[in-house]
């Protein structure tokens, strides 16, 4: 076997892994807490775009809006990794303050050196738990392959609704099944409750492992 299919082989199992092996917050924590340094390598390896995808959204949702996202605003991370989703939010211009909820350490040392981030929350989202992050504090809050059945379940999305600034807006990339599945009956309910807006709902064909994402955009109402 030669080493690109041996690396081929170890993302695979990292993956499935992941999927099929993590049942809660305190398990995904210690999985990527345990797996920080290979992150990027297995990400790369996978084909995963899903920052870059969460973004496209955002662009999109702005073009077809005319609603644009201050660049020079402030931002928080929701889950933020090693840094990807947060270059990915460079990289279309945005100058503001970025934040970062991230509840494993050895991720965030592995994002550090990149100097994105402002703030650290060391914390892990969970429903019906408030994190210490202040309230309507952010233009935008943005979260990247963190809404799942495993930890960050759909009640999590009024804690980002929290967050936001009124007028501000949420974005939110992840696997297709779990908006259908989950976070769109959240959604629709904060909607029904007069918090939000949903703005924006991009399907994007490809993820990885052939598998599909959407992004969502979210507004919260000014009252």
């Not at 973004?55 to 090693?82: H, L």
């Not at 908006?179 to 994007?204: D, M, P, R, S, T």
Request: proline content about 3%; overall charge negative; glycine content about 8%.
């Amino acid at each position: 076997m030669s080493s690109a299919e041996t690396n081929q082989e170890e993302a695979n199992k990292w993956l499935t892994d992941l999927w099929w092996g993590v049942k809660c917050a305190d398990e995904e924590r210690d999985y990527y807490n345990n797996s920080a340094a290979n992150y990027e390598n297995f990400s790369a390896i996978l084909g995963w775009i899903a920052p870059q995808l969460c973004m496209e959204g955002i662009t999109k949702y702005e073009t077809i809006s005319g609603t644009q996202i201050p660049r020079d605003g402030r931002a928080i991370d929701i889950g933020a990794g090693t840094g990807l989703s947060g270059q990915a939010l460079r990289d279309i211009g945005f100058t503001g303050q970025i934040d970062a909820l991230e509840p494993t350490e050895n991720m965030f040392v592995q994002a550090q050196p990149k100097n994105i981030f402002t703030l650290w929350y060391h914390e892990l989202l969970l429903e019906n738990k408030e994190t210490s992050v202040p309230s309507n504090t952010y233009d935008l809050v943005y979260s990247v392959g963190v809404f799942s059945d495993r930890s960050a379940k759909s009640g999590c999305l009024k804690e980002l609704v929290r967050l936001v600034k009124p007028g501000g807006h949420i974005a939110v990339n992840c696997l297709k099944r779990f908006w259908h599945g989950y976070l769109e009956v959240a959604a629709h309910n904060l909607q029904g409750e007069g918090k939000i807006e949903i703005k924006h709902v991009e399907l994007f064909e490809k993820f990885h492992h052939h598998t599909k994402s959407v992004t969502v955009i979210l507004q919260k109402n000014c009252k």
